[in-house]
T-cell receptor
Framework: GQQVMQIPQYQHVQEGEDFTTYCNSSTTLSNIQWYKQRPGGHPVFLIQLVKSGEVKKQKRLTFQFGEAKKNSSLHITATQTTDVGTYFCAGRDYGGATNKLIFGTGTLLAVQP | ETGVTQSPTHLIKTRGQQVTLRCSSQSGHNTVSWYQQALGQGPQFIFQYYREEENGRGNFPPRFSGLQFPNYSSELNVNALELDDSALYLC????????????FGQGTRLTVV
């Protein structure tokens, strides 16, 4: 079945350092979404990428969707303590009729002040 | 807040028992999906309901069943509980079953002893 892997599993940074998490799917995706989950919380939608090679920015966050629509990345510039949490990518099967999201394994970000 | 509410927030059940979890979707959303999130892992898709009908199912046994009501609220039922069913159960509502973002509720933490 379809699998979505993320690396790294865990990243510890000093406040102010940059952070990147990478997401790879075993199959082509129609779109990819990114979610953030704070410790003890629920996933919160960040963004959706649809087009091949698409790049979107949200303040210090930059999201990319690969040309082959099988990989994606999230880059945070100058991390802050408020960035702490687990970042999940979630892909949707190409041509699927449902909004079934296949979540990645997640990257837990720890930020030391 | 997303406007998606789940009840109860926490629940302890004994192995072999049955449980019903409830979800109120965001106003105007006709699609509800249920996910199981084990500790330290990404959410796993259980099934989706669109306009009161099941519209896709993940790799979960038949003892996981659901309902969606005319007001688009939903229930997840799990029979013959097993210890491995202990997890955070998340409900997500969407504007439709297509490619839109999912709004997650705060989840129900189920512990099976």
């Amino acid at each position: 079945g379809q699998q979505v892997m993320q690396i790294p599993q865990y990243q510890h940074v000093q406040e102010g350092e940059d952070f990147t998490t990478y997401c790879n799917s075993s199959t082509t995706l129609s779109n990819i979404q990114w979610y953030k989950q704070r410790p003890g919380g629920h996933p919160v939608f960040l963004i959706q990428l649809v087009k091949s090679g698409e790049v979107k920015k949200q303040k210090r966050l930059t999201f990319q969707f690969g040309e082959a629509k099988k990989n994606s990345s999230l880059h945070i510039t100058a991390t802050q303590t408020t960035d702490v949490g687990t970042y999940f990518c979630a892909g949707r099967d190409y041509g699927g009729a449902t909004n079934k999201l296949i979540f990645g394994t997640g990257t837990l970000l720890a930020v030391q002040p | 807040e997303t406007g998606v509410t789940q009840s109860p927030t926490h629940l302890i059940k004994t192995r072999g028992q049955q449980v019903t979890l409830r979800c109120s979707s965001q106003s105007g959303h006709n699609t509800v999906s249920w996910y199981q999130q084990a500790l330290g892992q990404g959410p796993q898709f259980i099934f989706q309901y669109y306009r009161e009908e099941e519209n896709g199912r993940g790799n979960f046994p038949p003892r996981f069943s659901g309902l969606q009501f005319p007001n688009y609220s939903s229930e997840l039922n799990v029979n013959a509980l097993e210890l491995d069913d202990s997890a955070l159960y998340l409900c997500a509502s969407s504007l439709d079953r297509g490619r839109t973002e999912a709004f997650f509720g705060q989840g129900t933490r189920l512990t099976v002893v």
